[in-house]
């Protein structure tokens, strides 16, 4: 498994888009689905959780990763309830109330599923630590 550069790693400028504008963007479509579609809403939010184990992937351990999903989980629900807001629709799946409350249900989800893309990350690291330490017997064994 060839792994993404840590965020760490990657431009600032890079680092904004992969942490905060992708969330935020998604976030809006997702909240503008939430007027028009319960299934498309439903369906991406779900989705989401995929992208919340790939932003974990961008660093190294669970507490690294947990940490990229609270700010995954509080852009991506703050955007939800922002263009949603904006577009102006009925929602067509009901909202905690009051709908703030939306913005620590996906911070929840988010956090364990970008944790579980850290220690995935973790692991890979270590598989390819101990594979590079293997030593190949010589010829006298």
């Given at each position: 498994m060839?792994?993404?550069?840590?965020?760490?790693?990657?431009?600032?400028?890079?680092?904004?888009?992969?942490?905060?504008?992708?969330?935020?963007?998604?976030?809006?479509?997702?909240?503008?689905?939430?007027g028009?579609?319960?299934?498309?809403?439903?369906v991406?939010?779900?989705?989401?959780?995929?992208?919340?184990?790939?932003a974990?992937?961008?660093?190294?351990?669970?507490?690294?990763?947990?940490?990229?999903?609270?700010?995954?989980?509080?852009?991506?629900?703050?955007?939800?309830?922002?263009?949603?807001?904006?577009?102006?629709?009925?929602?067509?799946?009901?909202?905690?109330?009051?709908?703030?409350v939306?913005?620590?249900?996906?911070?929840?989800?988010?956090?364990?599923?970008?944790?579980?893309g850290?220690?995935?990350?973790?692991?890979?690291e270590?598989?390819?630590?101990?594979?590079?330490h293997?030593?190949?017997?010589?010829?006298?064994?």
């Open positions: 060839t792994l993404p550069p840590l965020l760490s790693e990657r431009s600032r400028g890079m680092q904004v888009l992969l942490a905060l504008v992708v969330p935020a963007v998604y976030g809006a479509v997702t909240g503008i689905f939430l028009i579609s319960e299934a498309v809403y439903l991406l939010a779900i989705a989401g959780l995929l992208g919340a184990v790939g974990g992937v961008e660093h190294s351990g669970a507490g690294a990763g947990a940490l990229r999903g609270i700010v995954a989980g509080v852009v991506f629900g703050g955007a939800i309830l922002i263009a949603h807001e904006i577009s102006g629709a009925e929602p067509e799946r009901d909202l905690p109330d009051p709908a703030i939306l913005i620590v249900v996906t911070t929840a989800f988010a956090v364990p599923f970008a944790a579980l850290g220690w995935i990350r973790r692991r890979q270590g598989k390819g630590a101990a594979e590079s293997h030593e190949v017997p010589g010829p006298l064994g």
